[in-house]
């Protein structure tokens, strides 16, 4: 089943669906994490958010902070943006293809992330401890061939971003 959750107050007006679910503007939670809340209670466990990178950078935040929640319950989740991705992994791994090209930065999203591991890419990880006042993993380069982060304990961030 498709929804269209939210309180429109950017957009306007209310898009014609035969599901929409309108919420009020004033609510302790964004929309996305209604629209979150509303999947996980109809059983998805995988999430795909568009336009939820723009704007306002506090929304951005939330958004990622969503996506932990996400990581930490066993979902998947995804941002895209504009050039962009976010993606956050919970004692995983996940492989790439070698068509992806850009730019991928991995950080530590807790206190620590232990047995982090980068390969095929250009500057590879073996066994790291990456922590949150470290910005280890920035800027990484996809490099034609299959690649892989992964993480034995903890929790990545994973932004990927095209050659600008």
């Known amino acids: ?91 995983e791994e996940v492989r790439f293809p070698r068509e992806m090209s850009g730019y991928l930065s991995v950080f530590c999203m807790g206190e620590r992330a232990l047995g982090v591991y980068e390969r095929g890419l250009k500057y590879p990880l073996e066994d790291a401890t990456l922590v949150k006042e470290n910005p280890l993993g920035v800027s990484n380069e996809f490099t034609g061939k299959e690649s892989m982060v992964s993480v034995k304990e903890g929790m990545l961030l994973l932004i990927g971003e095209e050659r600008g």
């Open 1 to 91: 089943m498709n929804l269209v959750i939210g309180d429109f107050d950017s957009l306007g007006y209310v898009p014609e669906h035969p599901n929409v679910i309108r919420l009020k503007p004033e609510k302790d939670d964004t929309d996305t994490a209604c629209a979150i809340r509303a999947g996980l209670e109809q059983g998805f466990q995988r999430f795909i958010v568009y336009g939820g990178t723009g704007g306002r950078i506090s929304h951005t935040i939330a958004n990622i902070q969503l996506l932990c929640s996400l990581a930490r319950k066993g979902c998947y989740g995804i941002l895209i943006g504009k050039d962009v991705w976010y993606r956050v992994i919970s004692n």
